[in-house]
């Protein structure tokens, strides 16, 4: 696994998910109407950024594309949680979506390569 192309597209994942917390906190149409898709939609680029910078077979991009995707949600949701804009229940939820999501970047990635 490209552990470089990993950490560069979690962390630009990670720096937008933070972005739209951070916006949706002040915000409260951010926070009631972009938060769920939003963040599936920033996982997914993440798992897509992984797959074209990664340039590997197809398991290596969409283990990659899942985990770039799940970690950025995971800490997004986490700091959410913590400003309590979000509930603790998102935690699994969200991640497990944003995994699913950050999959299907990953193969859209590879499949653009």
Known sequence: MNVQALVTATGIGLAAQLAMVIAGHYVAFVRDNVFAIGGMLISLVAGLLFAKMASAGWAPSLIGGVIAGAVCAL????????????LPLILVVGTLGSAVAGLIGGAIGKRMS
């Open 75 to 86: 800490l997004g949701i986490g700091v959410s949680v913590a400003l309590k804009d979000s």
